[in-house]
């Protein structure tokens, strides 16, 4: 997805602008963690770069420490609490938009799958997209697998 994006949340109280910019391709992450997180089977992420998103509303925020001793923010609605970007310390000024917030969220075209080795076994994935049992152990394998979209 190229371009300016816009979003927000559920009840209207937070919108965003993502701008032209760095941005990796979106994917699906089916970790226990996103399972656990959005109450659903999986969760569909696009990294981008923190200062492009401009955000308009009242925002708040939760943190945990991830198996891999990473400290993890979710930011969300105030009101809904729609997770909108998740940030990650071990990738500083990066943002992780949680990509069911864009208001063209039917045009996400996933460029991988994650954590296919604990997705729901109902769960079908598409032929021809990369699937990764865990997750991408260094930043060239998550460059080869997501890449930039744009510079």
Known sequence: MD???TGGCLCGAVRYTLRSGFRFR?????CTDCQ???GSAFSEHMLVMRS???IEGELDSGSYRQPS???SSLWGCAICKVRIFAENSTRPGFASLRCGTLDRSAEVVLAAHLWVGSKQPWVTLPDGVPTVMEQPRSQAEWMALVGPTAV
């Not at 979106?26 to 089916?30: D, E, G, I, L, S």
């Open 52 to 54: 492009d998103l401009e």
């Open 69 to 71: 001793g990473a400290d």
């Open 36 to 38: 656990t997180r959005t």
């Open 26 to 30: 979106p994917y699906a992450c089916h």
């Open 3 to 5: 371009g300016p994006l």
